[in-house]
């Protein structure tokens, strides 16, 4: 009987591990002057601390590609990425969805209106979740 519920529970697990989508956000950066790197610098933790906020780390999780890193250059080609492109990515089984929600932060950078930022992301990235 034990035996039974250990499998049982083992099978509910790996269903549910099975529908689980991991999402990642990915911010690319480069080295820039100063003044610009305050911004960039900026940019990116908002999108860290929104992430933080809405989301677990099980679900969606941030990462910062540095355009001058050699390891990145295939990523970067692969998403046409510049300086603060902000791309979201999720895999699901062996399907990829990809959204490029540069305009988002671009249109913060404009407004610095942190609601409209908040909401926008967290729409795109529940779309990402969804698909």
């Not at 050699?70 to 080609?77: F, G, R, S, V």
């Not at 699901?92 to 409209?116: C, G, H, L, M, P």
């Amino acid at each position: 009987m034990k035996r039974l519920f250990t499998i049982l529970a083992f099978v509910l697990l790996s269903v549910v591990a099975l529908k689980a989508q991991k999402v990642e956000v990915l911010y690319f950066k480069a080295n820039l002057s100063c003044c610009q790197a305050k911004a960039c610098n900026a940019a990116e933790a908002e999108v860290k601390a929104v992430i933080e906020k809405n989301f677990t780390a099980d679900k969606v999780s941030f990462k910062e590609v540095k355009l001058a890193d050699e390891a990145n250059k295939d990523l970067i080609a692969k998403h046409s990425a510049k300086s603060q492109t902000l791309v979201i990515v999720g895999k699901k089984k062996k399907k990829e969805v990809v959204a490029d929600v540069s305009e988002v932060i671009r249109n913060y950078s404009r407004t610095q209106n942190k609601e409209e930022f908040e909401r926008d992301l967290v729409a795109k990235i529940n779309e990402v979740l969804k698909n």
